[in-house]
C-alpha cells in the first residue's frame, strides 16, 4: 500500500488552505472532500479580506480547489468513515477501501443545528436570500437596523440574541418549543437591552412579501432575517476513534501547533473551536500544514 506524506479530511476553507500549503511544500497528499463544507451555504461573504465587494462561499471554495490543483493536490469526493493508528502510520478508512498516511489533518467542521420542519429545499432558499442566518460574526453587518429573530432560548439563546442586539432594536428572542426556559440572569439581561421574548413552538417557515415568516405560540410572525441558536455537531468522531482528546463541547484538543494528543494527528478549523471564520480556519490550516511539513522533514530529509 502507497504512503501518503499527510491525508487531509476535509475540504473547506481550512482543509484547502492546508491542501495548497502541503503541495508547495513537495509533499505527496491526498484530501478527501465529502461536499458538505459550510462555506458553500455564504451567499456574499463580506469580512472576509480582500474581497470588498464581497464574495460567493461556493466561488472562494472554487478558487481555493482550483489553486490547490494548480499545485497538485489530489482532492477525491469521498467520505471517511474510520481512521485509526497503525504504528507508524495512519490507516483513513473510506468504506471499503483504505488509505494509509504518515500524518492526518482532520479539518471536518461542525454541522449547525437547523430549525426543526425547515426542509433541505427552503433551507437552502433562505440562505441564499439572506433571510436565514447562522453566523452574526460574519454577516450581523448585514441586518443592522433590520427585523431580526433569534430562535432559541437559554444560556446560547440569549448570548446569541444580546450580540445580534449590537446590530439592531428590533429584536425577538423565539423559544423553539413552548415557554422559555430561562434564568433570572438571562431574563435580566434580555429585559435591559429591550429584546422581546416569544413563546414557541415554530412551525410553517414559508417566504412572504421578502420575509422569513413563521407560526409562533403567539401567532404568525415575520422577519427580515432569522438566527437559529440551537447548537451544533461538532465532526470529531474520527479523532476519537483514533483516540483523540476532546473537550466537554467534543471540540478537538490541540497544542499551540495545532496537533492533537495523538503524535502526527492534526486537526484546523471550527472542528477545533466553532468560531466559524473562514480566516480563522486558513491560519490555523497555515500553522498547521508548516507543523506537518516539519515533523516529516525530522523523520527523513525532504530534498528535491
Not at 476535509?10 to 513537495?26: K, N, V
Not at 440562505?127 to 441586518?143: I, N, S, T
Not at 450580540?163 to 418549543?177: E, G, K, Q, W
Not at 502526527?264 to 500553522?287: C, E, K, P, R, T
Amino acid at each position: 500500500m502507497n504512503v501518503d506524506d499527510c491525508i487531509i479530511v476535509g475540504a473547506g476553507p481550512a482543509g484547502l488552505t492546508a491542501a495548497i500549503y502541503l503541495a508547495r511544500y513537495h509533499l505527496a497528499i491526498r484530501m478527501f472532500d465529502c461536499g458538505t463544507s459550510r462555506a458553500s451555504w455564504i451567499p456574499t461573504s463580506h469580512n472576509h479580506a480582500g474581497f470588498p465587494d464581497g464574495i460567493n462561499g461556493n466561488e472562494l471554495l472554487e478558487r481555493m480547489r482550483d489553486q490547490a490543483a494548480r499545485y497538485g493536490a489530489l482532492r477525491e469526493p469521498r467520505h471517511v468513515t474510520d481512521l485509526r493508528r497503525d504504528g507508524d502510520h495512519f490507516i483513513v478508512r473510506c468504506d471499503d477501501e483504505e488509505f494509509r498516511a504518515r500524518t492526518v489533518l482532520l479539518a471536518t467542521g461542525v454541522v449547525n443545528n437547523r430549525p426543526e420542519g425547515m426542509d433541505d429545499q427552503f433551507h437552502a432558499e433562505a440562505l441564499g436570500r439572506g433571510l436565514l442566518r447562522y453566523c452574526p460574526v460574519c454577516d450581523g453587518y448585514e441586518v443592522t437596523d433590520k427585523r431580526v429573530a433569534v430562535i432559541g432560548t437559554a444560556d446560547h439563546g440569549t448570548a446569541e440574541a444580546q450580540f445580534i442586539r449590537t446590530y439592531t432594536a428590533d429584536l425577538t428572542l423565539v423559544s423553539p418549543h413552548g415557554d422559555h426556559d430561562l434564568s433570572v440572569q438571562c431574563s435580566q439581561a434580555l429585559d435591559e437591552a429591550g429584546i422581546a421574548r416569544v413563546a414557541g413552538p415554530c412551525s410553517g417557515y414559508a417566504i412572504e412579501n421578502g420575509r422569513i415568516a413563521f407560526d409562533t405560540g403567539t401567532g404568525r410572525m415575520a422577519f427580515d432575517s432569522i438566527y437559529p441558536a440551537l447548537g451544533s455537531l461538532v465532526r470529531s468522531g474520527l479523532a476519537v476513534s483514533c483516540g483523540a482528546e476532546v473537550s466537554e463541547q467534543d471540540c478537538v484538543l490541540v497544542d499551540d501547533h495545532l496537533e492533537t494528543s495523538v503524535p502526527g494527528l492534526f486537526a484546523a478549523g471550527d472542528v477545533v473551536i466553532g468560531l466559524d471564520q473562514i480566516s480563522h480556519a486558513m491560519g490555523q490550516a497555515g500553522v498547521a500544514a508548516t507543523t506537518i511539513r516539519n515533523h516529516l522533514a525530522r523523520e527523513r530529509p525532504l530534498r528535491r
